[in-house]
Structures are given as structure tokens and as C-alpha cells.
């Protein structure tokens, strides 16, 4: 993973409300949310919901299509998985240990 991006990343997911709705659509898996759905959940304005989704989208974490006059999020997991790899890169001064199941675990959920 490109440093930059995982800088990008972490960013992000550096503020209570984004961490929350990416948590969130971890949760929802592969289908998704709604927008409208996850402000209501989460109890954030449509403004507000907005712009933390779009800055979880530039970040490459949360994606979305369209579905009739829906948009629906998900979480991108690859990305998820990705980061994970880069944080636990050097973990166990390079042997093999327990860090190295994650990506394991994410890809059992989809």
C-alpha cells in the first residue's frame, strides 16, 4: 500500500463520525446501506452525512452505486485489508504471528 494512501486512510478514519459510519458498513457487508439508512442510524444530518461519506470515498474506504433513486455505501474491504497489511507489515519483527490472520478473517465475510 502506497504510504500516502494510508496516511489518507487513517486520516479519515480519524474523527468519531466517519469511524462510525465505516464501522457501521462493516457491519452491513457486501450489501451495503443506504445513505438515508445510515444517517438515521448513526443520527447525522444529511449535510453532515455527506461530507464525511465523501471523505471516506477519497480515501478509497467506503464505495457506492446506484440502486433505483437509492445510493448504496459499502465498505471496501480490499482497502480495509490493505491497511490492515500495511500497519501490521513489520509486525513480529517479520515472523509469522497472529497479526497476519486478519486479512483472513475480513475476506471470511464476504
Do not use: W
Not at 444530518?45 to 480515501?59: E, I, N, Q
Amino acid at each position: 500500500m502506497n504510504p500516502n494512501l494510508a496516511v489518507r486512510a487513517l486520516g479519515a478514519l480519524a474523527h468519531d463520525s466517519r469511524l462510525a459510519i465505516f464501522r457501521l458498513l462493516v457491519v452491513a457487508g457486501r450489501e451495503g446501506m443506504p445513505a438515508g439508512e445510515i444517517g438515521q442510524q448513526l443520527g447525522l444530518a444529511p449535510s453532515s452525512l455527506s461530507f464525511h461519506l465523501k471523505d471516506l470515498s477519497h480515501a478509497d474506504l467506503v464505495k457506492s452505486r446506484q440502486d433505483g433513486r437509492f445510493v448504496i455505501y459499502t465498505a471496501n474491504f480490499d482497502a480495509m485489508t490493505d491497511l490492515i497489511g500495511f500497519l501490521t507489515e513489520n509486525c513480529c519483527a517479520g515472523a509469522s504471528c497472529a497479526a497476519g490472520d486478519v486479512p483472513n478473517v475480513c475476506s471470511s465475510r464476504q
